[in-house]
Nanobody, 126 residues
Framework: QVQLVESGGGLVQAGDSLRLSCADS????????VGWFRQAPGKVREFVAG????????RYADSVMGRFTISRDSAKNTVYLQMYSLKPEDTAVYYC???????????????????WGQGTQVTVSS
């Protein structure tokens, strides 16, 4: 059974950094493509970043390009989302998700992802 657990969220000030982690007790995060999504209050969930299993190809939403970095540590079976220069508009619940089909390039469609974590809250104050 796939159980994804996000951690690392918190309350920070604008301009600060945070690193989110997505962990799994099995080998899921070292076996499949992984994405990070977020959902702000009153808004739909949106794609943030993704990384493929093969070649670790990455993809970012325009809103986080150059500020966020997704990476994978296969030895620890963990995927990270390093966030720099945080803005109040980055405030949201952040979710990691696994896509089991396997692609050459990460998909940004949440319906393509098969397993989801419970999310971790990130709040950025101005």
């Amino acid at each position: 059974q796939v159980q994804l657990v996000e951690s690392g969220g918190g309350l920070v000030q604008a301009g600060d950094s945070l690193r989110l982690s997505c962990a799994d007790s099995g080998r899921t995060l070292s076996t499949y493509d992984v994405g990070w999504f977020r959902q702000a209050p009153g808004k739909v969930r949106e794609f943030v970043a993704g990384i493929t299993l093969h070649d670790d190809n990455v993809r970012y939403a325009d809103s986080v390009m150059g500020r966020f970095t997704i990476s994978r540590d296969s030895a620890k079976n963990t995927v990270y989302l390093q966030m720099y220069s945080l803005k109040p508009e980055d405030t949201a619940v952040y979710y990691c998700a696994v896509e089991t089909w396997g692609r050459r390039y990460p998909t940004n469609f949440e319906t393509e992802y098969d397993y989801w974590g419970q999310g971790t809250q990130v709040t950025v104050s101005s």
